[in-house]
């Protein structure tokens, strides 16, 4: 595991490979648009797709890479406006997306892996990102802007009256989040990563 790493993600091909993905899943970052039934500081981005395109082209780890890269990119460059929760929870809620998708395909790369993992990791992504929500995020997101994590609820109550809990603003607000990004990303990657992938790999 440790050789296969060292010549797919630690050889001159694969870190300019990274390099290059990791500044496109920046620069996709930068462009985000909020949803209606989420809080404003819940926004879309397609910064994972060049991280699932370069986890199913090159190796999982790669997909740890670059998805780290493009936030340490993003706080360098764009600042935070959230004292680093908002980039911490997409590094680690990314990696729950990307990690067990590249490790279904990596195990036998054929198209319906492909899909299975991308399904996986999108229902992944979602359940653990609940978790996290509920449990580390939210509470220091109430910390980060100096706020009463009711004030927060009250935010999603103002987009979806039926959010009136933690729980029922994790449940209506953050899985329809994820699961909407899951969807996307997966169904853009399913189209295009034959051909990004032929060009990644040389062929």
């Known amino acids: 595991m440790v050789e296969t790493i060292k010549k797919e993600v630690f050889s001159v091909r694969g870190m300019v490979e990274i390099g ?3 500044a496109l899943s920046f620069v996709l970052m930068l462009f985000e648009f ?7 500081f819940y926004k879309l981005d397609f910064s994972e797709l ?3 395109i370069g986890a199913f082209a090159i190796h999982p780890f790669a997909g740890i890479m670059i998805e780290l890269i493009k936030v ?3 706080l360098l460059i764009d600042g ?3 004292a ?3 980039e911490i929870a997409n590094f680690f809620i990314g990696c729950f997306y990307v990690v067990p998708a590249a490790l279904i395909y990596y195990h036998k790369k054929t198209k319906t892996n492909a899909v299975i993992g991308l399904c996986a990791g999108t229902l992944f992504m979602t359940a653990v990102g609940c978790l996290l929500n509920a449990y580390v995020l939210l509470p220091a997101y109430s910390v980060a802007f100096h706020m009463e994590i009711e004030k927060l609820i009250a935010m999603g109550t103002a987009v979806n009256p039926a959010i009136n809990s933690l729980w ?3 449940l209506l607000a953050v899985a329809p989040f994820n699961l909407v990004k899951g969807i996307l990303v997966s169904l853009i990657t399913i189209l295009i990563y034959k051909r990004i992938s032929i060009i990644l790999k040389g062929n």
């Open 80 to 82: 935070s406006a959230t």
């Open 50 to 52: 060049p991280i699932i």
């Open 84 to 86: 680093g929760v908002g």
């Open 34 to 40: 909020p949803l209606p039934f989420a809080p404003s």
């Open 72 to 74: 340490l990119l993003n």
């Open 20 to 22: 290059m993905l990791s």
């Open 168 to 170: 029922t603003f994790v």
